[in-house]
């Protein structure tokens, strides 16, 4: 994926030297201490000069290592906006992306000092039903529109579908920030915000790269996904070829899941384990011991009854048709603005068809799963998300072009 | 787009990179210097102040044509041994286009024409930018939409020509007052944005 290429400020390479110094007087003493030979001194990179490459045959974003912070902002196009108008907003938000994915200022960028530091920065597009249907209405896709109705939803269409999803990530917020900012002014003669979500994970550099997310209730939370660069990532993820206009693309389903986290800590930790079916501390299988140990879910325990409940979220959410998977790629939510505590899951889920993957599982949890008691949908939007483009091209070009 | 500097009858990094795609497996992605080079030396007896010349990042602020005015921005660049100057600019939807300079007392900024052009150093560059100096397009005709094109022709001290391709980006800033011709300062309504500050 070309993730974490490392490119050196003027700065990391003045720190650099500095912890270079203190790296080699450390190995000297070591080498004395123990005779070995001292370890070559490395210059540590700082995390805001890693990079993403922009172009490429997929967006970035979505096989990107999660970044520690990510803005989803979803707009609707202006009732003036026509097809013309679509291909020229992408063009103007391609080469913004782009550039600012290197640290590098959007064209008439007014703080171009902001964009210095990339730290991983990727945007993401994505398109809604309506944009789609507004540059030709026989390449909709039939999935891309709002999910079937699940009867635990809580629906709030402030978090509804949108003509236009712009995913901003990276491993600083003020670069998040100043991205979303800079694509908004390029938008802003052809759309209106309709929402912004902002989330996000452990802090770049907390925790070894790879390790699953705990989301706000304590839980390890994405063991099972697909690994990208394998196979069965390919399989699941990228769309094959129909529609045309969105080959190796993707779907992006992004639930808002609110977590009643007042009501939860009324469970104790056994319960809490029940009610998943895996362990609150590494989350492995309550019938296993490591994370990634396969669930069994046939075991029973010494008086018989099945180790992993009827009602448990892994039980629910497994499936043995394997098409029946996605990829999760979520980020945490809290807001305390108003007072009491809005805390959640932006639960952002990338397939290849929704309807065929995402939605039969969540039927399945809808129907039965006791992990509904203390979480609820108050958003749901789907959307497709447009392979990636060459350098000089744009997003959403087979689409806009034809 | 990244940056690509423009040979000669230019286009942006904006144009020349969209052409790129459609010859990506000929001059643009594989050897360049044959691509571009050998006119360039076939030329090179008479090279002109427009040989050397290209625009870096060259961009204009969308407006509509009721407002009439805006800029154009970007790095003039002069790859020669040799200064080039500016000494005018035509864009085809303008019934002016001058090339002006800015002097900013406070945070207000006036602009007007700059005398003997801009002048781009040998191996060296020159900062087209809101608040200093830039090419002023007048009574324009037809709206500048964002993310359309824009075909700008400059014109040198020696006469020759060049052209490049500006994009067109919405921008809040660049309203300077224009203090150059009187009575044209108060027609537009384009200029008013530092009145109150």
Same mark, same amino acid.
């Given at each position: ?132 249907? /507004? +540059? &030709?209405?026989? #390449? ?8 079937? %109705?699940? =009867?635990? @939803?809580?629906? *709030? ?81 990228w769309v094959g070829g129909e529609p045309e206009w969105l080959e190796g693309g993707t779907s992006l389903v992004l639930r808002r899941i609110a977590t009643h986290l007042d009501t939860w800590d009324e469970l104790d930790r056994p319960a809490r384990e029940?009610?998943?079916?895996? /362990? +609150? &501390?590494?989350? #492995? ?8 140990? %396969?669930? =069994?879910? @046939?075991?029973? *325990? ?101 | ?197």
């Amino acid at each position: 994926m070309g993730d974490g290429e490392a490119q050196f400020s003027r700065r990391g390479l003045l720190l650099g030297g500095a912890a270079a110094g203190a790296g080699a007087a450390g190995g000297a003493l070591a080498h004395r201490w123990t005779a070995e030979p001292a370890p070559a001194p490395r210059a540590p990179v700082l995390n805001g000069t890693l990079t993403v490459p922009f172009h490429g045959t997929r967006q970035a974003g979505v096989e990107t290592p999660p970044q520690a912070h990510g803005t989803f902002v979803a707009l609707d196009l202006e009732p003036g906006t026509d097809a013309d108008g679509v291909r020229r907003l992408m063009r103007l938000l391609s080469d913004d992306a782009a550039r600012m994915s290197q640290g590098e200022p959007a064209l008439a960028d007014t703080e171009p000092e902001l964009a210095e530091v990339p730290a991983r920065l990727t945007t993401t597009f994505g398109f809604g039903r309506g944009l789609v249907e /507004r +540059v &030709d209405a026989t #390449a909709v896709p039939d999935w891309l529109g709002p999910l079937p %109705e699940f =009867d635990h @939803d809580r629906l *709030d269409p402030a978090w509804g579908g949108a003509d236009l999803l712009l995913q901003v990530c990276a491993d600083d917020p003020v670069t998040v920030s100043h991205a979303v900012r800079m694509m908004l002014k390029d938008a802003r003669s052809f759309a209106r915000v309709r929402w912004t979500q902002t989330g996000f994970r452990r802090a770049h550099g907390s925790q070894p790269g790879g390790t699953t997310m705990r989301n706000l209730m304590g839980q390890v939370d994405g063991t099972v996904n697909p690994v990208p660069g394998t196979e069965e990532f390919d399989r699941l993820v990228w769309v094959g070829g129909e529609p045309e206009w969105l080959e190796g693309g993707t779907s992006l389903v992004l639930r808002r899941i609110a977590t009643h986290l007042d009501t939860w800590d009324e469970l104790d930790r056994p319960a809490r384990e029940a009610v998943i079916g895996r /362990r +609150v &501390d590494n989350g #492995a299988p309550l019938t296993g011991t490591e994370e990634h140990d %396969e669930v =069994d879910l @046939d075991a029973t *325990d010494s008086s018989g009854l099945p180790a992993i409940p009827a009602f448990a979220h892994v039980r629910r959410a497994r499936t043995d048709d394997p098409g029946q998977r996605i990829f999760r790629r979520g980020y945490n939510y809290d807001h305390r603005d108003s007072g009491g505590q809005d805390a959640g899951l932006l639960f952002a889920s990338y397939q290849a068809d929704p309807l065929r993957q995402f939605a039969p599982v969540q039927q399945r949890l809808d129907e039965l799963d006791l992990l509904n008691q203390w979480t609820t949908a108050v958003g749901s939007a789907v959307f497709a998300l447009p392979p990636g483009c060459e350098e000089g091209g744009y997003v959403g070009r087979p689409l806009l072009e034809g | 787009m990244d940056r690509v500097r423009t040979i000669r009858t230019a286009h942006t990094a904006w144009a020349a990179s969209l052409l790129c795609l459609g010859l990506a497996l000929t001059a643009c992605g594989g050897a360049p210097e044959e691509g571009t080079a050998p006119a360039d030396q076939e030329a090179g007896a008479a090279a002109t102040e427009a040989d050397s010349f290209s625009v870096t990042d060259p961009w204009i602020k969308a407006v509509t044509a009721e407002e009439g005015m805006t800029g154009v921005f970007g790095e003039l660049v002069n790859g020669s041994g040799q200064e080039i100057t500016l000494v005018s600019a035509s864009y085809g939807a303008a019934g002016k286009v001058e090339l002006h300079e800015s002097v900013t007392e406070g945070a207000d900024s006036t602009m007007r024409e700059k005398e003997g052009g801009f002048t781009v150093p040998p191996e060296g560059s020159h900062v087209l930018e809101p608040g200093a100096d830039h090419i002023m397009v007048m009574d324009l005709a037809e709206d500048l939409e964002p993310g359309a094109d824009a075909n700008v022709t400059v014109e040198f001290s020696d006469g020759s020509t060049a052209e490049f391709t500006a994009a067109v980006k919405d921008y809040a800033g660049a309203d300077e007052e224009y203090g150059g011709e009187g009575p044209e300062e108060s027609q537009d309504g384009g200029h008013e944005g530092h009145e109150d500050h």
